[in-house]
């Protein structure tokens, strides 16, 4: 067989098995996260700072340094996300890092504050942080958990197809509740002009739509023994309610956690400055 | 009593008015026959507004009609005008029945029974060629109708449609859109599934069944149309059914019976093969000429230029040079020794063999789909492992080819006149060898298309190319020494076979000993293991198999079968023997093939006691995998869905690389286990998109990328053609602000593909911006490597070679 591994400049082709971005290139940054934390706590051991550990002494400002450089590399991410450059650079390695550099903040930037922590600018600044590092964790287990389950529940089809598939079946619906008696009919209209999207993000979430049309239509047409083909139909959109629903709930959910992410990233990065701004000015 | 002509011109498509105009401008007595009530049909019938592309833009029009890119209507317009002013005297619906007589005095008779004389005729019928027509009793009447220009039209009738294609269901569900025109709709479907169809027709299709808008008859043939009633031949016996209107849409007949009809020889039984022509597009039956597509030239402009010139030469102007003259002109400039245009055809076609019979008509087309370089000694023609997919053939001078990779001093010569590079365009796979000239050489390189047209128009050179492969391929796959000549034997008892997909061509547990090269598509071999068959391995082209059985003596020990439909070469066991026998060094070269493929198949089968459902999951993916086309692909992109979170990324960062249209829909195609095969170019071995591409704009490029270039005229057969949907047709959306604008001050639609209303409301005014055909070219010439990868955030989507991803690895790291 012939040899295809490199392609025609000589270059290694990209692997031909998948690999996540937790294991990326088998934990290489999760080991140099790991060797910078070890790093920041054998040097708040061993440095001799006077009186006791605190952020204004030499080891202070050093893991201080680090870690606001790397708080802004990390929001970095953000623009290398949308920002379609050319060059040899993967966005998947950036969130391995992103992952693992921005876990090991916990430890520089908590060595950094002494444990001095109280009323203030300067904490307001590490309890932001870490709010962005708990928001982000909860982002690590969604998109560890979540994706297989968005696979299996939407089987192949794309939100496209569910919503014209959903169209598809409220046409037949319109046209079957034609020899309806009123109240039925009334019911089916309701369903008609339910709308998927309404009912705003906790309903998404929660995945329970209590008082849906449709299921108040099938109940009601049930109840009152109404025509075969209207239930069938009915039973029909429930199911692909169903199925959509699951799909939206979920995509909420790999993306909910962004909207606590992002904007304590920005609030962080205006606590820091304030923190920044008055540790000079007041030095 | 016969009009009598001196010319007569069947068809008004751009060739045949063209040559109408010219006729009349000469003040020849002529006449145009077009079938319909309108020139041009074939274009009459484009979408309303759709962009006409005037392609190749180096070549002149020579022509009394204007043409220039623009809308349907704007170029139909001007023919229309033109026409009437320069008084061309056009025949509106005369199709044309039979042609009959000599040169000087023929009689072509029109289905209305009329008749006309004519002393030459052109024919310039294109190649859209008639529908297929209703064969049973009554097909003759008047309420049986081939075409439905206006649903709308007819109101309350019963209606029967015949034809599972996608114009007959779009007919259909056209007549029962509308509810208020109470027409009774039934379709009638000789097979049990509607498989020739677009998925989106075919469900509209049910949809409207489930309705009771429309009746859908499967396995039902018409057996005999009456006034107001039909016979069905159903299944379960005769029928008969309400049936005021009949519409017939079983697809068209090529025009090749017609043709023949009229004495006319073409060049091959081939169904690509073109009428045979002289150079003033003379066909075998003298006086009867033959243009445009018809001819093999599918291009607006090309067809105009023919009809401008099949007319001077009809006039006795002998002197004319073809108006693509300057385009070879050029080809050759670059030669110090200075020649005609005819003295270049002439020499390449006398010292190339497989140019030999070629006519000068043909030379020309076939020189203008290639180039001719000068090498000088030492020169790399190609490399090993580039991609590439045409053919070389020696002018003057000769080429080395470096046989071992590791040694490029060991070279094998190959002689003036011969060929290289057909083991490209036969499997589309990789360059096997770097081959480089051997003296001071002309090589002329002929594309793809040129080479498959030349294939299909000279049946020896055909022959020649398949013997010259066969021997190259086996040369290079096996080594050890051999030469042309220790091959003879083994290749004159070979026979290469096409394989339909799913066929075995080894079965496992059977008697036999010949030795199978898979020469296009690949191979899947499995093994029968407690019961079940299990995935061993996926061999693409330029692969062999059946050594185990013939090396070691015994039974088959696995299957083999065709993942796509393959063509393979049979070695027939004995002659093969002998061979190794003579060869001892192949034999250890066999031996130690052997060994590499048994330990693989111990290998699985080891673990399938251990890991039998990681083993039964590997199997049913390579499956999966194989049914959706991956047989043929030779880059794929994969997604993880255990990975995808959904963000689309991939597609913006497609969008964002490339003129702000993406090329892939992440969400669309198959799944299995979690892993996702979305709509994306797999980038075939043998594209289905370049299979008829007019302008030739589908080519292979330096990376084994598949990519459309600006010669596209939007026509959309690449599209159509695509048997996974990953071509379409749009049109580049206005440039849009910097990311950072959009970051800092909102501006603009920001990442991704622009929505519509964006599109729309950035559009300049009255700048109409042609749609054309888009798809994936592998991000070829971008730094980094394809984006949707490198944008993947959680390393969903990887790009890969088929064989590397079904490869053993995959279960040796699922069983660690």
Same mark, same amino acid.
């Given at each position: 067989?012939?040899?295809?591994?490199?392609?025609?400049?000589?270059?290694?082709?990209?692997?031909?098995?998948?690999?996540?971005?937790?294991?990326?290139?088998?934990?290489?940054?999760?080991? #140099?996260?790991?060797?910078?934390?070890?790093?920041?706590?054998?040097?708040?051991?061993?440095?001799?700072?006077?009186?006791?550990?605190?952020?204004?002494?030499?080891?202070?400002?050093?893991?201080?340094?680090?870690?606001?450089?790397?708080?802004?590399? +990390?929001?970095?991410?953000?623009?290398?996300?949308?920002?379609?450059? *050319? !060059?040899?650079?993967?966005?998947?390695?950036?969130?391995?890092?992103?992952?693992?550099?921005?876990?090991?903040?916990?430890?520089?930037?908590?060595?950094?504050?002494?444990?001095?922590? !109280?009323?203030?600018?300067?904490?307001?600044?590490?309890?932001?942080?870490?709010?962005? #590092?708990?928001?982000?964790?909860?982002?690590?287990?969604?998109?560890?958990?979540?994706?297989?389950?968005?696979?299996?529940?939407?089987?192949?089809?794309?939100?496209?197809?569910?919503?014209?598939?959903?169209?598809? #079946?409220?046409?037949?619906?319109?046209?079957?509740?034609?020899?309806?008696?009123?109240?039925?009919?009334?019911?089916?209209?309701?369903? +008609?002009?339910?709308?998927?999207?309404?009912?705003?993000?906790?309903?998404?979430?929660?995945? *329970?739509?209590?008082?849906?049309?449709?299921?108040?239509?099938? *109940?009601? #047409?049930?109840?009152?023994?109404?025509?075969?083909?209207?239930?069938?139909?009915?039973?029909?959109?429930?199911?692909?309610?169903?199925?959509?629903?699951?799909? +939206?709930?979920?995509?909420?959910?790999?993306?909910?956690?962004?909207?606590?992410?992002?904007?304590?990233?920005?609030?962080?990065?205006?606590?820091?400055?304030?923190?920044?701004?008055?540790?000079?000015?007041?030095? | 009593?016969? @009009?009598? /002509?001196?010319?007569?011109?069947?068809?008004?498509?751009?060739?045949?008015?063209?040559?109408?105009?010219?006729?009349?401008?000469?003040?020849?007595?002529?006449?145009?026959?077009?079938?319909?009530?309108?020139?041009?049909?074939?274009?009459?019938?484009?979408?309303?507004?759709?962009?006409?592309?005037?392609?190749?833009?180096?070549?002149?029009?020579?022509?009394?009609?204007?043409?220039?890119?623009?809308?349907?209507?704007?170029?139909?317009?001007?023919?229309?005008?033109?026409?009437?002013?320069?008084?061309?005297?056009?025949?509106?619906?005369?199709?044309?029945?039979?042609?009959?007589?000599?040169?000087?005095?023929?009689?072509?008779?029109?289905?209305?029974?009329?008749?006309?004389?004519?002393?030459?005729?052109?024919?310039?019928?294109?190649?859209?060629?008639?529908?297929?027509?209703?064969?049973?009793?009554?097909?003759?009447?008047?309420?049986?109708?081939?075409?439905?220009?206006?649903?709308?039209?007819?109101?309350?009738?019963?209606?029967?449609?015949?034809?599972?294609?996608?114009?007959?269901?779009?007919?259909?569900?056209?007549?029962?859109?509308?509810?208020?025109?109470?027409?009774?709709?039934?379709?009638?479907?000789?097979?049990?599934?509607?498989?020739?169809?677009?998925?989106?027709?075919?469900?509209?299709?049910?949809?409207?069944?489930?309705?009771?808008?429309?009746?859908?008859?499967?396995?039902?043939?018409?057996?005999?149309?009456?006034?107001?009633?039909?016979?069905?031949?159903?299944?379960?016996?005769?029928?008969?059914?309400?049936?005021?209107?009949?519409?017939?849409?079983?697809?068209?007949?090529?025009?090749?019976?017609?043709?023949?009809?009229?004495?006319?020889?073409?060049?091959?039984?081939?169904?690509?093969?073109?009428?045979?022509?002289?150079?003033?597009?003379?066909?075998?039956?003298?006086?009867?000429?033959?243009?445009?597509?018809?001819?093999?030239?599918?291009?607006?402009?090309?067809?105009?230029?023919?009809?401008?010139?099949?007319?001077?030469?009809?006039?006795?102007?002998?002197?004319?040079?073809?108006?693509?003259?300057?385009?070879?002109?050029?080809?050759?400039?670059?030669?110090?020794?200075?020649?005609?245009?005819?003295?270049?055809?002439?020499?390449?076609?006398?010292?190339?063999?497989?140019?030999?019979?070629?006519?000068?008509?043909?030379?020309?087309?076939?020189?203008?789909?290639?180039? &001719?370089?000068?090498?000088?000694?030492?020169?790399?023609?190609?490399?090993?492992?580039?991609?590439?997919?045409?053919?070389?053939?020696?002018?003057?001078?000769?080429?080395?080819?470096?046989?071992?990779?590791?040694?490029?001093?060991?070279?094998?010569?190959?002689?003036?006149?011969?060929?290289?590079?057909?083991?490209?365009?036969?499997?589309?796979?990789?360059? %096997?060898?770097?081959?480089?000239?051997?003296?001071?050489?002309?090589?002329?390189?002929?594309?793809?298309?040129?080479?498959?047209?030349?294939?299909?128009? &000279?049946?020896?050179?055909?022959?020649?190319?398949?013997?010259?492969?066969?021997?190259?391929?086996?040369?290079?796959?096996?080594?050890?020494?051999?030469?042309?000549?220790?091959?003879?034997?083994?290749?004159?008892?070979?026979?290469?076979?096409?394989?339909?997909?799913?066929?075995?061509?080894?079965?496992?547990?059977?008697?036999?000993?010949?030795?199978?090269?898979?020469?296009?598509?690949?191979?899947?071999?499995?093994?029968?293991?407690?019961?079940?068959?299990?995935?061993?391995?996926?061999?693409?082209?330029?692969?062999?198999?059946?050594?185990?059985?013939? /090396?070691?003596?015994?039974?088959?020990?696995?299957?083999?079968?065709?993942?796509?439909?393959?063509?393979?070469?049979?070695?027939?066991?004995?002659?093969?023997?002998?061979?190794?026998?003579?060869?001892?060094?192949?034999?250890?070269?066999?031996?130690?093939?052997?060994? @590499?493929?048994?330990?693989?198949?111990?290998?699985?089968?080891?673990?399938? @006691?251990?890991?039998? %459902?990681?083993?039964?999951?590997?199997?049913?993916?390579? %499956?999966?995998?194989?049914?959706?086309?991956?047989?043929?692909?030779?880059?794929?992109?994969?997604?993880?869905?255990?990975?995808?979170?959904?963000?689309?990324?991939?597609?913006?960062?497609?969008?964002?690389?490339?003129?702000?249209?993406?090329?892939?829909?992440?969400?669309?195609?198959?799944?299995?286990?979690?892993?996702?095969?979305?709509?994306?170019?797999?980038?075939?071995?043998?594209?289905?998109?370049?299979?008829?591409?007019?302008?030739?704009?589908?080519?292979?490029?330096?990376?084994?990328?598949?990519?459309?270039?600006?010669?596209?005229?939007?026509?959309?057969?690449?599209?159509?053609?695509?048997?996974?949907?990953?071509?379409?047709?749009?049109?580049?959306?206005?440039?849009?602000?910097?990311?950072?604008?959009?970051?800092?001050?909102?501006?603009?639609?920001?990442?991704?593909?622009?929505?519509?209303?964006?599109?729309?409301?950035?559009?300049?005014?009255?700048?109409?911006?042609?749609?054309?055909?888009?798809?994936?070219?592998?991000?070829?010439?971008?730094?980094?490597?394809?984006?949707?990868?490198?944008?993947?955030?959680?390393?969903?989507?990887?790009?890969?070679?088929?064989?590397?991803?079904? %490869?053993?690895?995959?279960?040796?790291?699922?069983? @660690?």
């Amino acid at each position: 067989m012939r040899d295809r591994d490199l392609d025609r400049r000589g270059r290694v082709r990209e692997a031909a098995m998948h690999e996540g971005f937790l294991r990326h290139r088998n934990f290489r940054w999760l080991k #140099i996260a790991t060797a910078l934390s070890l790093a920041a706590i054998a040097g708040y051991g061993f440095a001799d700072v006077t009186p006791r550990p605190n952020g204004g002494s030499w080891y202070g400002y050093t893991l201080g340094t680090v870690a606001v450089l790397l708080i802004l590399w +990390l929001t970095l991410l953000g623009v290398r996300k949308r920002w379609m450059t *050319r !060059g040899r650079w993967s966005l998947k390695a950036w969130t391995s890092a992103h992952v693992y550099l921005g876990l090991s903040l916990i430890v520089t930037a908590t060595l950094h504050t002494g444990f001095q922590l !109280g009323w203030n600018v300067h904490t307001l600044a590490w309890a932001l942080m870490m709010l962005v #590092i708990l928001s982000g964790i909860w982002g690590i287990v969604a998109y560890a958990a979540l994706p297989k389950a968005l696979s299996s529940n939407r089987e192949e089809l794309t939100q496209t197809q569910m919503l014209e598939g959903l169209r598809a #079946i409220d046409r037949q619906l319109h046209e079957a509740a034609q020899p309806l008696a009123p109240s039925q009919a009334a019911l089916v209209q309701k369903s +008609l002009e339910q709308n998927v999207f309404a009912g705003g993000l906790f309903r998404r979430l929660s995945g *329970r739509h209590r008082g849906c049309a449709t299921a108040k239509a099938l *109940r009601g #047409i049930r109840r009152e023994g109404g025509q075969e083909k209207v239930q069938s139909l009915l039973e029909r959109k429930s199911g692909m309610l169903a199925r959509l629903r699951r799909h +939206l709930q979920l995509k909420a959910m790999l993306e909910v956690w962004l909207y606590v992410h992002v904007p304590a990233t920005f609030a962080l990065i205006a606590a820091l400055t304030a923190h920044i701004v008055s540790v000079f000015f007041f030095w | 009593m016969a @009009d009598r /002509v001196r010319i007569a011109i069947v068809g008004s498509g751009p060739a045949g008015l063209s040559a109408a105009a010219r006729a009349a401008q000469l003040g020849l007595s002529h006449v145009l026959l077009e079938k319909t009530d309108h020139l041009s049909d074939t274009i009459y019938k484009y979408q309303k507004g759709k962009h006409v592309m005037a392609t190749p833009s180096a070549l002149v029009l020579r022509s009394d009609l204007d043409f220039d890119a623009g809308k349907r209507e704007i170029v139909l317009g001007t023919w229309d005008d033109q026409t009437a002013k320069h008084k061309v005297n056009v025949r509106h619906k005369s199709e044309i029945k039979a042609i009959e007589g000599e040169a000087g005095a023929f009689v072509l008779t029109l289905t209305d029974g009329a008749k006309i004389e004519a002393e030459t005729v052109v024919l310039a019928i294109g190649t859209q060629g008639n529908p297929n027509l209703v064969r049973c009793p009554g097909a003759s009447l008047p309420h049986v109708q081939y075409q439905l220009d206006d649903p709308g039209e007819y109101v309350d009738e019963h209606i029967t449609v015949i034809g599972s294609g996608d114009a007959g269901i779009e007919n259909a569900l056209g007549l029962a859109a509308d509810s208020a025109q109470g027409n009774t709709v039934t379709i009638l479907n000789r097979s049990g599934d509607f498989a020739r169809a677009k998925g989106a027709n075919v469900k509209l299709l049910n949809e409207a069944a489930e309705r009771g808008r429309i009746t859908i008859r499967l396995e039902t043939t018409p057996a005999e149309i009456r006034p107001g009633e039909m016979v069905l031949e159903t299944r379960d016996g005769q029928e008969t059914i309400r049936c005021d209107r009949v519409i017939a849409r079983m697809g068209s007949a090529a025009p090749r019976a017609f043709i023949e009809s009229c004495g006319i020889e073409f060049s091959s039984p081939d169904r690509e093969a073109f009428p045979k022509l002289s150079p003033t597009f003379e066909s075998t039956k003298p006086g009867i000429f033959v243009i445009g597509a018809l001819a093999g030239y599918p291009l607006i402009k090309h067809c105009m230029n023919q009809g401008h010139d099949v007319i001077e030469f009809i006039n006795g102007n002998k002197g004319l040079k073809p108006a693509d003259e300057p385009l070879l002109e050029a080809k050759f400039a670059k030669f110090r020794a200075r020649r005609s245009v005819d003295e270049w055809l002439e020499l390449l076609r006398s010292n190339v063999s497989i140019l030999n019979e070629l006519s000068p008509l043909q030379m020309r087309e076939f020189m203008l789909d290639s180039e &001719v370089r000068a090498y000088k000694p030492d020169e790399v023609i190609f490399e090993r492992n580039d991609p590439g997919s045409s053919l070389f053939a020696i002018a003057q001078g000769n080429v080395l080819v470096e046989v071992d990779k590791d040694n490029p001093r060991i070279t094998v010569p190959i002689a003036q006149g011969s060929v290289f590079g057909e083991v490209g365009l036969i499997s589309g796979r990789r360059r %096997g060898a770097t081959i480089r000239a051997g003296e001071n050489a002309v090589i002329v390189e002929v594309s793809r298309t040129a080479a498959l047209k030349l294939m299909a128009s &000279v049946p020896a050179a055909k022959r020649a190319l398949t013997r010259i492969s066969i021997e190259r391929q086996l040369l290079q796959m096996f080594g050890s020494g051999l030469t042309a000549a220790d091959l003879a034997e083994v290749i004159d008892a070979s026979e290469v076979l096409t394989v339909p997909a799913g066929k075995h061509i080894i079965t496992e547990g059977e008697d036999g000993q010949d030795i199978f090269v898979i020469r296009v598509g690949s191979m899947i071999i499995e093994k029968q293991v407690g019961g079940k068959p299990v995935f061993l391995n996926y061999l693409p082209a330029g692969s062999y198999v059946g050594e185990i059985a013939l /090396v070691n003596g015994g039974k088959r020990t696995a299957t083999v079968k065709a993942a796509i439909k393959s063509e393979v070469i049979r070695l027939p066991g004995e002659a093969f023997l002998r061979l190794l026998k003579a060869k001892p060094r192949l034999l250890d070269k066999l031996r130690a093939d052997v060994a @590499d493929r048994q330990n693989i198949n111990s290998f699985i089968e080891s673990r399938k @006691d251990s890991f039998s %459902g990681v083993v039964d999951m590997y199997s049913a993916t390579a %499956g999966f995998l194989i049914e959706n086309g991956i047989g043929e692909a030779t880059d794929v992109l994969l997604i993880d869905e255990n990975l995808c979170v959904g963000c689309d990324n991939c597609e913006k960062a497609c969008a964002d690389s490339h003129e702000g249209l993406s090329r892939l829909d992440r969400e669309a195609g198959r799944t299995y286990a979690h892993l996702h095969v979305p709509t994306s170019c797999r980038h075939c071995e043998h594209p289905h998109c370049m299979a008829d591409c007019p302008p030739n704009a589908i080519h292979r490029g330096p990376d084994g990328e598949v990519f459309i270039d600006e010669k596209c005229i939007g026509c959309g057969n690449c599209q159509r053609n695509c048997p996974y949907g990953v071509i379409r047709m749009d049109s580049v959306p206005p440039k849009k602000p910097p990311i950072f604008a959009w970051l800092l001050l909102g501006l603009g639609p920001g990442p991704g593909e622009p929505n519509k209303a964006w599109k729309y409301k950035d559009k300049k005014d009255g700048v109409e911006k042609p749609k054309k055909a888009i798809k994936c070219d592998m991000c070829a010439g971008i730094k980094g490597g394809p984006a949707c990868v490198r944008a993947c955030p959680t390393g969903a989507a990887i790009r890969v070679a088929p064989e590397k991803f079904l %490869g053993v690895a995959r279960l040796e790291r699922e069983t @660690d």
